[in-house]
């Protein structure tokens, strides 16, 4: 639900006094799972700037009292240290927006030696790779290269005396660059494969970063991260919506399509993703569940249409591979996401014997 530049910070529990020390031992083992559980799907590396401190809020229910302590997730075997807890005024407003559509065209091939490799190791291998590609892009910001250590706001500060810093929102334009310097030498790998997942359509992102002083890198990075993390969260969904549901075999899956939601009392959307056969009443359900807030169904922002995933048997060779209406597929428009999945018919009985993902995130949000 988080877009880039938010992390979990950690997890909060609300219980009376005494029963505070019952639970630490539980807590401590769940924020080490959190961490674990969100970095299993993560395709990019944290930096050596990062704090690796996660937090444990205990709320008394009666005096409203407050303990924090912190746990470095980096080491398993970190002991409680307590911190001071501090109240700031206008955090939750006072944030900046950088939005991209970003056009995707992956191939992924399913290697058929390794009976071991199932489709989410072959997933997230093709992606790693296309990963480097978005890490070593090009980013314009409102059409200019920035340099890295440059203020992120240098000359939109003021109008009319008034600083924009709040609630300003940034267009991102992604360049990825193609090896094409005589002098870069690349190789030529054979292997033998099953199949292919090939992704393909146009990507909306969003990122945010407080506006405390922002630099141009800390913004880059917010944004490489959304788009990364929105790409492999798409394919986990889709995967694991073909295998609990038991969906039998076809030509034409629907990626998931993402939403934004308004967080109350703050200038951030969060996110989640939708089939086109859920209904926005489930939707908003599930963003009322989750953030324990009524939330309308007009708030809903729909980024994008309908997508379309193409499955088609390699033993038709490279025949094009048609839709259920039987029309030729068009090319992706400017808001369409596409997964198409060429694979042997022998090969799909044990694809489909893939992954069982399940995440764990915690939430908590303070003014």
């Given at each position: 639900m988080l877009p880039g530049g938010l992390v979990v910070l950690g997890i909060f529990i609300i219980t009376a006094l005494e029963a505070a020390d019952d639970f630490q031992n539980a807590l401590r083992r769940l924020i080490f799972s959190v961490e674990k559980s969100i970095n299993r799907k993560r395709l990019w590396t944290v930096t050596e700037e990062e704090i690796s401190e996660r937090v444990i809020l205990h709320i008394c229910s009666s005096t409203k009292k407050l303990s924090c302590r912190t746990y470095d997730v980096h080491d398993p075997k970190s002991s409680a240290r307590p911190a001071e807890w501090k109240y700031q005024n206008r955090v939750?407003?006072?944030?900046?927006?950088?939005?991209?559509?970003?056009?995707?065209?992956?191939?992924?091939?399913?290697?058929?030696?390794?009976?071991?490799?199932?489709?989410?190791?072959?997933?997230?291998?093709?992606?790693?790779?296309?990963?480097?590609?978005?890490?070593?892009?090009?980013?314009?910001?409102?059409?200019?290269?920035?340099?890295?250590?440059c203020d992120l706001l240098e000359g939109q500060k003021k109008s009319r005396g008034?600083?924009?810093?709040?609630?300003?929102?940034?267009?991102?334009?992604?360049?990825?660059?193609l090896p094409l310097n005589s002098d870069h030498r690349s190789t030529a790998t054979v292997q033998i494969c099953s199949g292919s997942v090939n992704l393909w359509g146009d990507v909306k992102c969003r990122a945010y970063i407080h506006s405390n002083r922002p630099k141009v890198k800390d913004a880059v990075q917010a944004v490489k991260r959304d788009i990364l993390?929105?790409?492999?969260?798409?394919?986990?969904?889709?995967?694991?919506?073909?295998i609990l549901n038991e969906i039998p075999e076809k030509k034409n899956y629907e990626l998931p399509q993402r939403v934004f939601v308004p967080l109350p009392g703050?200038?951030?959307?969060?996110?989640?993703?939708?089939?086109?056969?859920?209904?926005?009443?489930?939707?908003r359900d599930h963003f009322s569940e989750m953030l324990d807030h009524e939330i309308q169904i007009e708030d809903l922002e729909i980024s994008e249409e309908i997508n379309t995933a193409c499955v088609t048997s390699s033993v038709k060779s490279e025949v094009a591979p048609t839709n259920t209406g039987g029309e030729q597929p068009e090319p992706p428009s400017k808001t369409t996401v596409g997964l198409k999945i060429k694979q042997n018919i022998g090969a799909i009985a044990a694809l489909t014997v893939a992954v069982l993902a399940a995440g764990i995130s915690f939430h908590y949000f303070s003014d």
């Open positions: 939750s407003t006072s944030w900046l927006s950088l939005e991209c559509t970003v056009h995707i065209n992956i191939h992924i091939p399913l290697s058929a030696t390794s009976v071991s490799y199932t489709l989410e190791k072959n997933t997230k291998s093709g992606l790693t790779r296309w990963a480097k590609q978005i890490e070593n892009g090009v980013y314009l910001i409102n059409g200019q290269v920035k340099g890295e250590d008034n600083t924009q810093a709040t609630a300003h929102s940034f267009d991102v334009q992604v360049l990825t660059q993390n929105t790409v492999a969260d798409r394919c986990e969904i889709l995967f694991e919506d073909l703050s200038a951030i959307m969060l996110c989640d993703y939708k089939f086109g056969d859920e209904s926005a009443e489930e939707i």
